[in-house]
């Protein structure tokens, strides 16, 4: 696990601060902040620009949540909730929101480090499968704009599927461009023109 990680705490009382920050410490993790209240966490997510946030909550509400999701920014880092009571729909709330742990029954010192090591990693494999669809989504978009603009070649030109197609990808390949980028210019072309 990397050990490099800039992890931010949130937890209101010194004591628990310095046993959170030790524990770390003897985990591996050494580049640690402690914040105090809830308030400033937007700007402190932001200049600190933390990998994971670790945020010990007696009684969360959906305020609360809310505002943690928005401030955390959970696409972009592993969050790890500690509370010590929940319901089915904060639980719900908390893992729909992307909340990479959530765990109740409070922050115990001898399981920081496992569970972090698992939020880091469902965070990761999140990230990854957001990734692919992401990927996916834009494939599949790009195939129906050439499709769009090899049906636009076919009335024009009176050319068969595969010749659109090809006259296609030979403008693309002439103009050192990609084939969708050629779709896209000829479909926003008929567009204007209707």
Do not use: C
């Amino acid at each position: 696990m990397n050990q490099n990680l800039r992890i931010l705490v949130v937890e209101p009382d010194p004591e628990r601060v310095r046993a959170i920050i030790d524990a770390l410490k003897d985990a591996g993790w050494s580049d640690v902040k402690a914040l105090a209240h809830m308030s400033a966490l937007d700007r402190t997510v932001k200049e600190f620009a933390p990998d994971i946030v670790l945020i010990d909550l007696a009684n969360p509400d959906r305020d609360t949540l809310e505002h943690i999701f928005d401030a955390t920014e959970t696409s972009k880092r592993a969050v790890a909730l500690f509370v010590d009571q929940t319901d089915d729909t904060l639980t719900q709330a908390a893992l729909n929101a992307g909340v990479s742990a959530y765990v109740v029954d409070g922050l115990k010192m001898e399981r920081i480090k496992s569970v972090l090591e698992t939020a880091i990693a469902r965070f990761k494999i999140m990230r990854q499968m957001q990734s692919e669809l992401d990927a996916a989504k834009q494939a599949l978009e790009d195939r129906k704009t050439i499709d769009r603009a090899k049906g636009i070649l076919m009335r024009q030109r009176g050319l068969s599927e595969e010749d659109a197609y090809n006259l296609l990808r030979k403008t693309a390949m002439s103009q050192n461009r990609k084939v969708i980028d050629v779709a896209l210019a000829l479909v926003t072309a008929a567009e204007l023109l209707l």
